[in-house]
């Protein structure tokens, strides 16, 4: 048996130099950004903004460690988008099949629920009939400012 057919069978595992095992921190790929100061649900603590949502009948559909938690509410399926200190930055909700569109009073209640207490100009927003998508996204610092 050679060393290459031996280190072909063991699995690979992050190291740093002195052979310890790096530990994996799901939040160090996490990208998103979320509001300081809560606007609305977004800048809430992710677990309250679940809560609200379970006082309406959502139940947990599904979890990305770090990242997003689903939740099911009727036929839709919200997923709660949230920054590496579980601070809410984006909502996206979506029919679950075989439900295609979003009906209009729930529609309503969604824009409503989601929309109420966040200035329009630090989010991209976009509502159709198949998806309602809401993300913190903040003018860039730089505007107007660079040097001729």
């Not at 992050?14 to 649900?41: C, E, H, T, W």
């Not at 200190?85 to 824009?111: C, D, L, S, W, Y």
Request: glycine share 6%; net charge positive; aromatic share 10%.
């Amino acid at each position: 048996m050679t060393s290459a057919s031996v280190s072909a069978s063991v699995p690979y595992s992050p190291r740093i130099a002195s052979g310890a095992l790096l530990p994996y921190d799901p939040f160090m790929d996490n990208r998103l950004l979320a509001p300081q100061k809560p606007q609305g649900v977004f800048g809430l603590p992710v677990k309250d903004v679940e809560r609200m949502l379970r006082a309406y009948g959502a139940k947990p559909f599904s979890y990305v460690f770090g990242k997003e938690s689903r939740m099911l509410l009727a036929a839709y399926l919200i997923t709660i988008r949230f920054d590496r200190f579980r601070r809410v930055g984006g909502i996206i909700v979506e029919p679950k099949a075989p439900i295609r569109t979003i009906g209009t009073n729930a529609q309503a209640f969604f824009t409503q629920t989601f929309l109420s207490g966040i200035d329009p100009a630090m989010f991209q927003t976009v509502i159709t009939p198949e998806k309602i998508s809401i993300l913190f996204e903040p003018p860039p610092q730089n505007a107007g400012t660079e040097k001729k």
